[in-house]
């Protein structure tokens, strides 16, 4: 995802004309040029970065959109979904906008398969983040996208975006579900073991073939199964192209943008600019205005690519706001921030982990905070609430030899890897005792004592009585689903004991730039922005800041870019049409 920094310095070299202009390659980018091609309509795609793809290349690519086949074969309904979502954040539900998301998704599902080169997987299992409420499904809802072959774009494979290092095991991708529950296995069972090498011989062979991994997984799957799609209808694909402003005629109309980089000139786009550049959370100003969490701009991480705010920019330049009207204005991720041995900085998400058998997070006082085996987001938000009087936002996720043995932590490997290297770089810390690892760790010794000595004997029983960890299928699937009583819960054994440092990041805004029914950019009083519209990470959320499952950004990415990329032609009309009898009229 991508546009611009107004620092940029590039010429202005000449100018090119196209039906619609997309700023930003991920997937709500795609989605609304792919559909806009498919119409015959000309289109340019200009990405900041080198590489196309923006977060969805990084992410594990599902897509919450109830509504598809699997889910109506299953007797998943309407409304169910709106009564899910609704109850999800009753406060900010977004009614219009929920009532046109699930209107448009069976056939903007059936476009993408049908129409182009990207195809779905429909797991059997993909529960719902809050299985408790009222409406949630345990599957139907959230889908992904098939592996691919990267050769099928020829030499444009390696202007792809590469999987974040971090996040992968030695260069492979796992999938959320039965492919990364075998590498959960790996140290235990042969048949894991088999499993998990194949899978890195393969990758490791391709990338010394072809420079890289050729089987593309999770996010970069999907986003190269769009740029083959894009390639296949005309699209024009920029990299390297950041928009610096845009252009507006005397009417006020958005009739283009001005590009640096690569493609440096003036792009005059005769039905309008899409924004799909991402969120905000990559920019620091913005994220001391909005972020409650964040108010000196030093106390938050992103992983994600391409968020610096500049669609929010863009849309401000031309009479847009920002609306952070929503439940939560961030979709929260944990992380632990760590460097490399070269110092250069590194962040490792705590997608899944923190949810498995044998591990606590706890604060400075070494109390937990929270129940571990929510959603990223949800967990997310609680520390941030739990910490919102302390002077930065922090916990530490803590297990003992058993657990570091057979899982790890987060990216620390487990057995029989060496642990070395994660001392090095300061991700791992290591005590003997509970009391060596909180002095380590700056945290208070007879609160940790007092934390495990209370969690254990209910966790022998598998329970949770003060935060009801396990409680759902939806806990269940973050956790170890062959240990028992419970997959999530156990005790905290016999040291050495182990510690990691989590701080907040995130996967997006759900706070954006402020959209009406047909993702048109609006002002403050509501009045569309002509020629503008954002979709995607770029917009506020459809779904008020709440966060219902698997997939909850690239679901209304696909949605709402398809309809973007549909609609921006009869927007024109509509508009010209307004004006032609206003110029009548007066």
């Given at each position: ?194 499993y998990v090498a194949k899978k890195l ?31 296949d209808l005309g699209v024009r694909l ?15 109309t958005v009739t283009g943008a001005v ?328």
């Amino acid at each position: 995802m991508s546009t611009a920094s107004n620092k940029s310095k590039a010429p202005v070299t000449g100018t090119t004309v196209c039906d619609v202009l997309v700023i930003g390659s991920g997937v709500a980018g795609m989605a609304a040029a792919l559909k806009a091609a498919s119409q015959d309509l000309t289109v340019i795609v200009a990405e900041k970065e080198q590489y196309f793809g923006g977060t969805t290349a990084i992410s594990a690519g599902w897509a919450w959109v109830p509504g598809n086949k699997q889910g109506v074969a299953q007797g998943d309904t309407r409304e169910d979904a709106e009564t899910y979502l609704r109850n999800l954040a009753p406060e900010t539900f977004n009614e219009a906008g929920v009532r046109d998301f699930l209107d448009t998704v069976p056939e903007a599902i059936s476009f993408f398969e049908d129409e182009t080169e990207v195809k779905f997987t429909y797991p059997e299992k993909s529960p719902d983040y809050q299985m408790d409420l009222p409406g949630a499904k345990l599957s139907g809802r959230a889908i992904l996208p098939q592996d691919v072959d990267a050769r099928v774009l020829g030499d444009k494979r390696l202007l792809m975006q590469p999987y974040m290092s971090s996040y992968t095991v030695f260069g492979y991708m796992p999938q959320v579900g039965p492919d990364i529950n075998e590498f959960f296995h790996v140290n235990q069972s042969v048949k894991s073991f088999v499993y998990v090498a194949k899978k890195l011989l393969r990758t490791w062979a391709d990338a010394a073939r072809y420079k890289r991994p050729v089987l593309r997984s999770n996010g970069n799957a999907l986003m190269t199964r769009m740029v083959k799609s894009a390639d296949d209808l005309g699209v024009r694909l920029w990299k390297s192209s950041p928009a610096l402003s845009l252009t507006r005629d005397d009417a006020g109309t958005v009739t283009g943008a001005v590009l640096g980089g690569e493609h440096a000139g003036t792009v005059t786009a005769r039905l309008g600019v899409i924004l799909a550049a991402g969120g905000f959370s990559g920019n620091k100003e913005l994220r001391q205005q909005y972020f409650p969490h964040d108010a000196d701009g030093d106390d938050h991480f992103t992983p994600t690519v391409g968020h610096g705010g500049d669609a929010a920019t863009l849309a401000m330049s031309a009479g847009g706001h920002i609306d952070d009207s929503v439940f939560s204005v961030g979709s929260w991720a944990p992380v632990t921030v760590f460097k490399y041995l070269s110092g250069k900085e590194r962040l490792f998400p705590h997608l899944r982990a923190i949810g498995l058998p044998g591990l606590i997070a706890v604060d400075r006082h070494g109390k937990r905070f929270g129940n571990e085996a929510l959603s990223y987001h949800d967990f997310g938000g609680a520390m941030i609430r739990h910490n919102k009087d302390e002077d930065k936002t922090f916990g530490y996720v803590i297990g003992d030899a058993k657990t570091m043995h057979k899982y790890g932590i987060g990216y620390a490997k487990p057995w029989p890897m060496p642990r070395g290297y994660f001392y090095r770089t300061g991700y791992l810390v290591k005590g003997n005792t509970l009391a060596e690892l909180a002095g380590k760790l700056g945290i208070d010794a007879r609160g940790l004592a007092a934390t495990v000595a209370e969690f254990n004997p209910a966790a022998v029983r598998g329970e949770d009585p003060a935060f009801g960890r396990g409680s759902t299928l939806y806990n269940h699937f973050r956790g170890d689903l062959e240990h028992k009583p419970n997959p999530n819960l156990a005790p905290i054994g016999k040291g050495p004991y182990y510690a990691a440092k989590i701080q907040m990041g995130d996967l997006g805004t759900f706070a954006g730039v402020g959209v009406n029914e047909h993702s048109e950019v609006v002002t403050t009083e509501g009045t569309a922005v002509p020629g503008l519209l954002a979709v995607g990470a770029a917009a506020v959320s459809v779904f008020g800041g709440g966060y219902p499952g698997y997939g909850s950004h690239i679901g209304p990415a696909l949605v709402f870019g398809y309809r973007a990329g549909r609609d921006i032609a009869k927007l024109a009309v509509g508009r010209d049409a307004d004006r032609a009898a206003s110029v009548v009229a007066g």
